[in-house]
């Protein structure tokens, strides 16, 4: 793809018809300030001063004739004219990162941020402790992670990674799957001595249930649920940390990713036949940005990291 095709889709009619002026090293503070919500960030990550970023955004507003961020007390948010500029100057970041691998001159050590984004329980169970790692390992790559039930777009830039529960159908994703999560009926100590052990033979009869949130019918595990813990009585619904403080707190048995109980939790793992099914553990980024030194240094150590967590991540062990 070349400079051509990535300007006039993208910047509007206005900033062609005045004839923009964009010099890459102001773009390359544009988008760390975009990434990082501001200019004293932006400057911690670029090591130089707040004042040498500012003057590098104001100039691109300049030579383009709009301005990019709203300053307001929170931060700096992108306006629509940003936004556009975002997409075209990622893309632009990506041609210009192939230019120096195909010259030899890729920088030695990959650094900026990457965001990526994943389940509650894979974050706190398997990706922090793998950061620790990739951070003596990388030192000048900073890493954002959001966590929630909610799949991020990373067609639309939501985030440059995701460790997803699924594989994606659509957009210009690449998707690796790098490990299973497995799954358990858990209960606390207390709820087994107080109500007995749950027999799924017989459908949990006679037992309370915290229960998935609404939606999710369709997914594996709670199938199996459903199946297995069909005569329980639904206490409260939840995701997944609600789930487990639920479960530690003795309100019932609760369906939940050994990865995200932790060891001192307290709770029981249930001896059950057939155990509840596994979820694939994909890796996925988005096409164009995967290649970039600081995503492709996450991605791998990412994956590098699954495999040595294999079993630890499908069976808790």
Known sequence: MGFAELQSPLLSPEIEAAGPRVDWDDLRYFLKVAETGGLSPAARFLR???????????????????????RTPQGYRLTDGGERLLEWSRKVEV???????AFGSTPAE??????????????????IPALADFHRRHPGIDVTVAGGMDAVNLSRREADVALRLFRPEQGNLIARRVGDI???LYASRRYIETHGTPDPSKGCEGHALIDWPAGLETTAPLVWTRRHAAKARPLLRGNPNIRLAAACQGLGIA??????????????????EPP????????????ELAH?????????HIAAAAQAKAAFLRDGT
């Open 95 to 101: 041609e210009f990162t192939n230019i120096q691998a």
């Open 48 to 70: 130089v001063n707040t004042a040498t970023v500012g003057r590098h955004v104001e100039a691109l507003e300049v030579g383009l004739g709009q301005k990019l961020f709203e």
């Open 255 to 272: 369906l939940l990713a050994h990865v995200g109980v932790p060891r001192d939790s307290g709770l029981v793992r249930l001896d059950v």
């Open 182 to 184: 497995g799954h358990g």
């Open 110 to 127: 990959a650094t900026g941020n990457v965001s990526i984004a994943t389940t509650d329980p894979v974050a706190t169970g398997f990706l």
């Open 292 to 300: 970039l030194p600081r995503v492709r240094a996450l991605i791998d």
């Open 276 to 287: 509840p099914p596994s979820l694939g553990l994909w890796l996925v980024a988005h096409a």
